[in-house]
Structure formats: structure tokens, C-alpha cells
């Protein structure tokens, strides 16, 4: 992270944010808890754009460790290969955003402990790469979780055009961003600007929310 003494101040670091944002949205974004279900490709361009927006606390999620096929599309550096994705997530979060709150899980989310990981979060975001791990968090959300806003992904890949990819509002409390079509199963890759403009429609539909504007 560098001297203390390189590093502004909380206060300066808040100033800063209001100048762009607007003291009522920054206070609003400050209040917030948000959780990232999934880490990789979505995930941490998610936490990323959160993070630089002043979420005040994200929850990070993920029992994965960083990989080099990982480089290409998810924000990690080579050095962080073999680390596990929330902490070495947290490290490049805290140079980025060093007086968010930040709670982190190295383990695999599921029907038994979802509500303990993401229970304390106004947002949920989904962003695995796992269709039966989508369905899960979707359906304990929705369920079990009236009071929470999800925001969930379906359709970022290949090198097909950035105006494919849209958000959808679902329900009151659920909303779906993507082209809604194309799947990495189908040997469709992933490449780096598609999934980081799928990841920064989650990110806006979050504040957005958070803010009164969906």
C-alpha cells in the first residue's frame, strides 16, 4: 500500500468523492453494505467500481484461488497467483479504497450458510460462472430475503457488440444484467471488455439502488 504519509486522508478522500458525487449520494453510498457472491471475472470488477463509488462495506465471497488463466479478464496481478480470491481481492481493494470496511469469506456459499454470509447486506450481487450456484443464491434471495435488492448476470461472452449487453428489471427486487444469450459453454470465450461491461452495469444498478434511483 505504499508510505502512510503517500496516502490521503479519510477526510480528503470523502471531499474528493463529493465533489464528483454529491455529499447526500456520497453519505448514502458510505451507509451501505453490499455482498459479491463470486470474485472472478464479474466479481471483482464489481467490488472494484463499489469501491471507487464509496460503498462504505462490502462482504467478498469466493472458495477459489487466483489462477493464471484468471489474468486476462479479472483484477488480480500475476504476483497474487495461488492466493485465495477474497484475500488477495482485499489487498488491491485496500489500496483503492484504504477506509472501506471490507468482511471476507474463503468459502463456497450455500442453501445452509447464505443467510449467514450475505445476511447483513442491503445488495446482493451474483456473479459466479456456475449455473446451479446462480440458481441457488437467486432463489434463496428471492425467497427467503424480501427486503433485499439482488442483482444477478446472465450473457457476457464472445466479441459480440458492448450495446447487446442491457439490465433488466425482473421484479420490484431483482434485476438481470447481459446480452441474456451467449454462454461460455457453447466455447464462446471470455475476453476481458464484455465481462468488465457486464460488471459495471451490476455495479450502477447497485448505486443506483442504494441512492432511491431504481
Known amino acids: 500500500m505504499g508510505s502512510s ?3 490521503p486522508s479519510q477526510q480528503e478522500m470523502l471531499a474528493a468523492l463529493e465533489m464528483r458525487q454529491g455529499a447526500e449520494a456520497v453519505r448514502k453510498l458510505q451507509a451501505a453494505t453490499v455482498a459479491v457472491c463470486g470474485l472472478g471475472g464479474l466479481g471483482s470488477n464489481i467490488a472494484i467500481s463499489l469501491a471507487r463509488a464509496g460503498v462504505g ?3 467478498l465471497v469466493d472458495f477459489d484461488c487466483v489462477d493464471v488463466t484468471n489474468l486476462h479478464r479479472q483484477q488480480y496481478k500475476a504476483s497474487q497467483v495461488g492466493l485465495p480470491k477474497p484475500e488477495a481481492l482485499l489487498a488491491n481493494l485496500k489500496e483503492i479504497a484504504p477506509y ?3 468482511e ?3 468459502e463456497k456459499i450455500s442453501a445452509e450458510n447464505v443467510d449467514r454470509i450475505v445476511g447483513g447486506a442491503q445488495v446482493v450481487c451474483e456473479a ?3 449455473a446451479e450456484a446462480k440458481a441457488m ?8 430475503m424480501p427486503d433485499k435488492f439482488l442483482v444477478a448476470a446472465s450473457g457476457m461472452a464472445g466479441f459480440d457488440g458492448g450495446n447487446t449487453i442491457r439490465t433488466r428489471r425482473i421484479t420490484d427486487k431483482f434485476f438481470l444484467c447481459g446480452d441474456g444469450v451467449s454462454d461460455v459453454n457453447g466455447g464462446i470465450g471470455l475476453v476481458a471488455p464484455r465481462v468488465m461491461l457486464c460488471a459495471a ?3 450502477l444498478t447497485v448505486v443506483r439502488l442504494i441512492l432511491g434511483l431504481e
Not at 443464491?137 to 427467503?144: C, F, K, M, P, S
Open 5 to 7: 504519509a503517500a496516502i
Open 137 to 144: 443464491l437467486v432463489n434463496a434471495v428471492l425467497e427467503t
Open 128 to 130: 459466479f460462472d456456475n
Open 201 to 203: 452495469h451490476q455495479a
Open 104 to 106: 471476507t469469506h474463503f
Open 100 to 102: 472501506a470496511e471490507f
Open 57 to 59: 462495506k462490502l462482504v
